[in-house]
């Protein structure tokens, strides 16, 4: 099952957070936009499964289809309608990898020799990497948008806050998976010695930046957390000395 679960996981953060332009999250209203999208979704599912005419598959997707419908003509947009969006797609991989558990070891990458048996493994870090990235920015975009809103801050370069963002998230989730939690200690210090100047004088710049960084840390140490609890269920991840 933890195949299962790595393996569609991928397919998702890809389809939501690295194919998705933000012209086409505009335009869902539109059915081609929303149909356009669900069939990248279950492209990437057959091609991440190694199962191209499964019924699980294509269920799949179209359950995907179904929740961005909902989203996008009866939400209000907001961190609240993205969480239960994420949600509700994560609930639907998980119903599939309980309900067919065989998918993984019936598709065409369990038939690959045992040198590839980590394969899953690469595929939940590349999973659990996008999602602490880009998925952890947007849900931290939206939480700090009604912040910016009531009291903008300060212009800097263009994109560098989301920039920082993905930086700090990616250097967390690899460092707590590499057994180094200890170390975002580190990057909490640096980043509040970096914006003590800009900050220290401003109140209500001073708790932006801390609510920002507080929910993008607390995003990827999540993300990161839940990442080695699924990887138990896989191969470890072996990664070859060099050769005499």
């Known amino acids: 099952m933890s195949e299962i679960l790595a393996a569609l996981l991928l ?10 332009p933000d012209w086409m999250v505009r335009r869902k209203r539109e059915p081609w936009v929303l149909l ?25 997707a179209a359950l995907h289809l179904a929740i961005d419908a909902v989203k996008t003509h009866l939400a209000r947009p907001g961190l609240a309608a993205f969480l239960a969006d994420q949600a509700a797609h994560l609930a639907v991989i998980l119903g599939v990898a309980l309900l067919a558990p065989d998918l993984w070891e019936t598709g065409l ?3 690959l020799p045992e040198r590839f048996a980590a394969l899953p493994h690469y595929m939940l870090l590349a999973a659990g990497l996008i999602l602490a990235t880009r998925a952890g920015g947007v849900a931290v975009g939206l939480l700090m948008r009604a912040q910016a809103a009531e009291d903008p801050p300060a212009r800097g370069l263009p994109k560098g806050g ?6 700090e998230r990616g250097l967390i989730f690899i460092l707590i998976l590499s057994g180094q939690p200890e170390a975002t200690g580190f990057l909490i210090a640096a980043k509040s010695i970096l914006r003590f100047g ?18 993008s840390f607390g995003l990827a140490i999540a ?5 080695q609890h699924l990887a138990t269920g896989l191969p470890p991840l072996e990664i070859p000395g060099p050769t005499p």
Do not use: N
């Not at 397919?11 to 998705?20: P, R, S, T």
């Not at 199962?51 to 269920?59: E, T, Y």
């Not at 989301?162 to 930086?167: A, D, E, M, R």
């Not at 993300?223 to 990442?227: F, G, H």
């Open 11 to 20: 397919a998702h953060a890809v389809a939501d957070f690295l194919l998705q």
């Open 36 to 60: 356009a999208h669900a069939a990248v979704v279950l492209a990437l599912s057959q091609l991440a499964l190694g199962h191209v005419a499964s019924p699980w598959v294509l269920g799949l």
């Open 109 to 111: 990458w369990a038939a």
């Open 162 to 167: 989301t920039t920082i963002g993905y930086l």
């Open 198 to 215: 800009a900050v220290s004088e401003d109140r209500a710049a001073s708790e932006y930046v801390i609510i920002g960084t507080l929910a």
């Open 223 to 227: 993300t990161a957390l839940a990442v």
